[in-house]
C-alpha cells in the first residue's frame, strides 16, 4: 500500500510540473551588455520617514544614466519592487540608440513597520496594502514623498538629480502587486503618469483591483498609454484567474479607447517573459516621445450621447468657502451658494460669478419654481425661503434643518433633512398652500433630490450608503413604493459614494453629484459612465446656459462648467415623457 501511495505522489508530482511549460524567450539586443555603450549606475537608500504610510521602512534605488547632465531635468521611470527586468542594462541600450529618452530610474520596495523585538515579533508587511489597495494614497506616496526625496540625493561624481515634473515625462511600472500599484498611480493621477508597464498584475478580488474592468468602461477616457504582459499559467487562487483578469483589463482598454498593448505567454507568476520583452515594451511606451499621450474615444454610448469632443473642464469660479446648491433659472441664469461665507453667487453674462448684496443666511440647497421665484433652505434660521425677481423675501416653511430642494411645476416642494449619517432622515412635502407633511423617513443622510422629466417619480440621494432611492409620486403629492434604485461606485477610502446633488436631462438620464464625481445613471438606476472632475468631490450640479447644455458643477471651493450634447430637464417646464429606457 505505501508503494502504490508513494508512486501516485511521484506521479502527481510529475503532472503539477508538466502542466507549466518551460519557459524559453528570445533575448532582445537590449537586454545584453554591450562594450562601448555608456553605463549607469545604481545607487541603494533606505527612506523611513513616511506620513502617508507612518512607521514604514524601504529601500530604494536610484539608476542614473550617464548620459544625464544636471542643467535639464530628466524623465523618468518608477518600479515597484526592487531593481527588475535587467533595467539598467536595458536603459543603457535604449538611450544610447536614442530609442528612450534619457530617464531616471526609481526602484521602490514596498515598506515594513518593523517589530519592536526581532526575536519575537514579526514585522508588519506592508506589501499588499501599499500595491494592491485602490486609491491615491500610494500615488501620493510617490509624488510627495519619494520623489521629493530623490531630488536630495546626489550621482557619486556629485551630479544633482532633477527630475521632470511632466507627467507625460513619467512612467510607473510594475510586477503583480506592483502591477497593479503602478496601474491604480496613473489611473488617479494620469496628469503625474501617462506610461504604464503592468507585468503579471494583480487586477483580482484581494483589494478592490477586479472592479478596474468596470470603471475603465464606465469611465471617461484618460491620457494613459498601458503595456500589459501576463501568462496562461498565471496563478489562479481563491481571488481570482491572474490572466482572465490581465485579458480583462485589456479589452476595457480597448473599448474605452485607450492605447494598449500586450504580450500574452504560457508563463507562470514570474518576472521571464517581462523580463524578456522589456525593451519592446520601452520602445512602444516611449514611442512619438515627446509628443503627449493623449485620451482615446470611448464605446461607451452613454459618453458618446453624453460629451462634446474637445470640451473639457472650464473653472468659473474658485477660493469660495464652500459651494453648493447650484441651480439655473428660466432664462439659463446659473446661481450657486458659498455656504460658510452666507453668499448666494449669481453668474454673470460674461461668466463671471458676483455676489448678491444680502445676506443668504447659510443657504444651501436653491430651487426656481414655475413662479420665477427662487427657493432656499435656509441653514441658518432652519427655514425654507422665497425671492422674487426683485430680490424681496418671503418665509415659505419654519422649523426645517433642511439641506436641499426642488419645486415641481404643480408647485409642490420637496426638502430633505438629515440628521447625521446614522439616524433616519426626513423628506417634506410643502404644498401651494403652505401645508408641511412629513412623507417619508428612515434614509441615511437624505441629500440631493430630483423630479424625473415626466415629474411622476421623485430621486433622493442617501449620503450615507451607495444608494439612490426612488418614490412614485402620488396624486396628493405624497410618496409611494420607496425602493434602492440606483446603485453608484464608492471609492476605495470611503464606505459610501456619498451622493449629493441630483439632476435629469430630457432623456431620462440621472446626473449624480458623488465622490468620485459625476456619476451618471440610466433611467433603470445603472450607472452608465462616470465623469470626475478636475478637483475632487462634486457636492451638486445643474443644467445652465440658454439651451441648458452647459453642466455646472459645484466642487469645493471651485465651480466648473461643460458643455454637453444633452439638455437638462427643467422642473418649472411642464412634464416630458421621454422614451424607455434601454434594458
Not at 11 to 39: I, N, T, W
Not at 222 to 236: A, C, H, T, Y
Not at 400 to 411: L, Q
Not at 455 to 464: K, N, P, R, W
Request: proline share 5%; charged share 20%.
Amino acid at each position: 500500500m505505501k508503494i502504490k501511495l508513494f508512486i501516485l505522489f511521484i506521479l502527481m508530482r510529475c503532472a503539477a510540473f508538466a502542466q507549466a511549460p518551460a519557459e524559453h524567450y528570445a533575448v532582445d539586443s537590449a537586454s545584453v551588455y554591450h562594450a562601448g555603450v555608456p553605463k549607469g549606475e545604481v545607487l541603494k537608500f533606505v527612506y523611513a520617514d513616511s506620513k502617508i504610510f507612518p512607521g514604514t521602512t524601504r529601500e530604494y534605488w536610484i539608476y542614473i544614466p550617464a548620459q544625464y547632465k544636471a542643467d535639464k531635468p530628466a524623465c523618468v521611470y518608477i518600479d515597484q519592487d526592487n531593481v527588475q527586468f535587467k533595467a539598467p542594462i536595458v536603459f543603457d541600450n535604449l538611450i544610447n540608440s536614442k530609442e528612450m529618452p534619457v530617464t531616471i530610474g526609481v526602484f521602490v520596495s514596498p515598506g515594513r513597520v518593523k517589530s519592536l523585538d526581532a526575536n519575537t515579533a514579526l514585522d508588519r508587511f506592508n506589501r499588499s496594502f501599499e500595491f494592491d489597495g485602490l486609491g491615491d494614497a500610494y500615488a501620493r506616496f510617490i509624488l510627495n514623498e519619494i520623489l521629493p526625496e530623490v531630488e536630495k540625493q546626489k550621482a557619486t561624481d556629485g551630479r544633482a538629480i532633477r527630475l521632470s515634473k511632466n507627467g507625460n515625462d513619467r512612467m510607473i511600472a510594475g510586477s503583480s502587486s506592483g502591477a497593479i500599484a503602478a496601474f491604480t498611480a496613473a489611473w488617479e493621477r494620469p496628469e503625474e503618469f501617462s506610461r504604464v508597464f503592468s507585468s503579471i498584475g494583480t487586477y483580482v478580488g484581494l483589494r478592490g483591483g477586479d472592479s478596474y474592468p468596470t470603471l475603465i468602461r464606465k469611465y471617461e477616457p484618460k491620457p494613459i498609454r498601458v503595456f500589459l504582459q501576463d501568462g496562461s499559467n498565471d496563478q489562479n487562487s481563491y481571488a481570482g484567474d491572474w490572466f482572465m483578469e490581465n485579458q480583462m483589463m485589456e479589452r476595457a482598454m480597448q473599448f474605452a479607447g485607450y492605447e494598449v498593448n500586450h504580450v500574452w505567454g504560457e508563463g507562470a507568476h514570474n518576472g521571464n517573459q517581462a523580463t524578456a520583452i522589456l525593451p519592446q515594451a520601452m520602445r512602444w511606451l516611449w514611442k512619438d516621445y515627446p509628443k503627449p499621450v493623449s485620451a482615446g474615444v470611448s464605446k461607451n454610448y452613454a459618453l458618446k450621447n453624453i460629451l462634446v469632443p474637445n470640451e473639457g473642464w472650464e473653472l468659473v469660479g474658485e477660493k469660495y468657502g464652500f459651494t453648493e446648491g447650484i441651480i439655473a433659472n428660466k432664462s439659463g441664469e446659473v446661481f450657486f451658494q458659498d455656504i460658510p461665507n452666507s453668499k448666494t453667487y449669481h453668474i454673470s453674462g460674461n461668466g463671471k460669478p458676483g455676489a448678491l448684496n444680502f445676506d443668504a443666511k447659510k443657504a444651501s440647497g436653491m430651487a426656481f419654481g414655475p413662479d420665477g421665484k427662487r427657493y432656499v433652505v435656509a441653514g441658518a434660521t432652519k427655514q425654507v425661503l422665497s425671492y422674487d425677481t426683485n430680490g424681496k423675501e418671503a418665509v415659505v416653511a419654519d422649523n426645517i434643518s433642511g439641506n436641499d430642494i426642488i419645486v415641481a411645476k404643480n408647485g409642490n416642494i420637496y426638502v430633505t433633512e438629515p440628521n447625521g449619517s446614522e439616524k433616519p432622515s426626513k423628506i417634506y412635502l410643502i404644498t401651494p398652500d403652505g401645508k408641511k407633511t412629513v412623507v417619508d423617513e428612515g434614509l441615511k443622510y437624505a441629500n440631493g433630490l430630483a423630479l424625473t422629466p415626466d415629474q411622476s417619480q421623485l430621486y433622493v440621494a442617501e449620503s450615507a450608503s451607495h444608494w439612490v432611492w426612488i418614490y412614485q409620486i402620488k396624486a396628493d403629492g405624497t410618496l409611494n413604493y420607496k425602493q434602492r434604485y440606483g446603485w453608484l461606485h464608492s471609492p476605495d477610502k470611503a464606505d459610501n459614494a456619498w451622493a449629493d446633488g441630483i439632476k435629469c436631462d430630457r432623456n431620462g438620464m440621472v446626473y449624480v453629484a458623488t465622490r468620485l464625481g459625476i456619476q451618471v445613471m440610466d433611467q433603470i438606476g445603472k450607472v452608465a459612465c462616470i465623469l470626475p472632475m478636475p478637483s475632487g468631490q462634486a457636492s451638486n450640479l445643474c443644467f445652465g446656459g440658454a439651451d441648458f447644455d452647459t453642466l455646472y458643477v459645484t466642487c469645493g471651493d471651485k465651480v466648473y462648467k461643460r458643455k454637453l450634447h444633452v439638455h437638462g430637464a427643467n422642473t418649472f417646464d411642464e412634464p416630458s415623457k421621454p422614451a424607455a429606457p434601454r434594458l
